[in-house]
T-cell receptor
Framework: NAGVTQTPKFRVLKTGQSMTLLCAQD?????MYWYRQDPGMGLRLIHY???????AKGEVPDGYNVSRLKKQNFLLGLESAAPSQTSVYFC??????????FGPGTRLTVT | LAKTTQPISMDSYEGQEVNITCSHN???????ITWYQQFPSQGPRFIIQ???TKVTNEVASLFIPADRKSSTLSLPRVSLSDTAVYYC????????????FGTGTRLKVLA
C-alpha cells in the first residue's frame, strides 16, 4: 500500500496563477481532508469530504475549491494564487474521523 | 468543538519518561481524545486515542482522569528520535470532522 500520496511535492506559482493539488489514497477510506500548515503553526483544515461526490468547508476555505469525483482522489484547487497561500499543504484520509493518515505534503510558494 | 490547551514546548533527556498534559475543560460526552506526532517536513502521525482511564500501545500511554477534563500522553524512555511536535485533539468518532490541531507541544530530547 502506498497510503496517501500527494502531487506535486513542490511548486512555485506567480500571483494570479492557478493550480490543482492531487491527493490519492489506496486504503478505501471514506473521509479525506486538506490542511495547510504555516511556519511554526498547527494545521488548519481547508476543506474535507465524507464520501465520493461530497465536500464541505473547514476553518479556512476562502480562495480554495475542492472536488471528490472518485473515492480515492481529493483535489484542491487554487483559482488565483495569492502570496498568503504560501504554505505546506497536507492531505489526509481516514476510515473513521479520528485516525487520519497523512500524506508527505506539498510545499507551495506564491511569489 | 472542545478547545485544548497544551504547553508550547518541553525539553527532556534521553532515557527519561516524558509526560505531556492537555487540558480540555469543555469535552463533550461523546468526544474521544487523540494524540498525533509530527516530525519536521512530514505529516502528522496518529499515536494513540482513548475515551477514559488508561490506554497503552507499543509507543505510548494515555491517561485520562474520571472527569475527562484533561489527559496526559506518556512517552517511556524517550530517545533523540522522539523530538517532534505533539498535538492533542478532541472530538467524536462520527460526525466530527473539524478537528482543531492547535500549535501542539514541541518536545526536544537532549543527549
Amino acid at each position: 500500500n502506498a497510503g496517501v500520496t500527494q502531487t506535486p511535492k513542490f511548486r512555485v506559482l506567480k500571483t494570479g496563477q492557478s493550480m490543482t493539488l492531487l491527493c490519492a489514497q489506496d486504503m478505501n477510506h471514506e473521509y479525506m481532508y486538506w490542511y495547510r500548515q504555516d511556519p511554526g503553526m498547527g494545521l488548519r483544515l481547508i476543506h474535507y469530504s465524507v464520501g465520493e461526490g461530497t465536500t464541505a468547508k473547514g476553518e479556512v476555505p476562502d480562495g480554495y475549491n475542492v472536488s471528490r469525483l472518485k473515492k480515492q482522489n481529493f483535489l484542491l484547487g487554487l483559482e488565483s494564487a495569492a502570496p498568503s497561500q504560501t504554505s505546506v499543504y497536507f492531505c489526509a484520509s481516514s476510515l473513521q474521523s479520528y485516525e487520519q493518515y497523512f500524506g508527505p505534503g506539498t510545499r507551495l510558494t506564491v511569489t | 468543538l472542545a478547545k485544548t490547551t497544551q504547553p508550547i514546548s518541553m525539553d527532556s533527556y534521553e532515557g527519561q519518561e516524558v509526560n505531556i498534559t492537555c487540558s480540555h475543560n469543555n469535552i463533550a460526552t461523546n468526544d474521544y481524545i487523540t494524540w498525533y506526532q509530527q516530525f519536521p517536513s512530514q505529516g502528522p502521525r496518529f499515536i494513540i486515542q482513548g475515551y477514559k482511564t488508561k490506554v497503552t500501545n507499543e509507543v505510548a500511554s494515555l491517561f485520562i482522569p474520571a472527569d475527562r477534563k484533561s489527559s496526559t500522553l506518556s512517552l517511556p524512555r524517550v530517545s533523540l528520535s522522539d523530538t517532534a511536535v505533539y498535538y492533542c485533539l478532541v472530538g467524536g468518532l462520527f460526525g466530527t470532522y473539524k478537528y482543531i490541531f492547535g500549535t501542539g507541544t514541541r518536545l526536544k530530547v537532549l543527549a
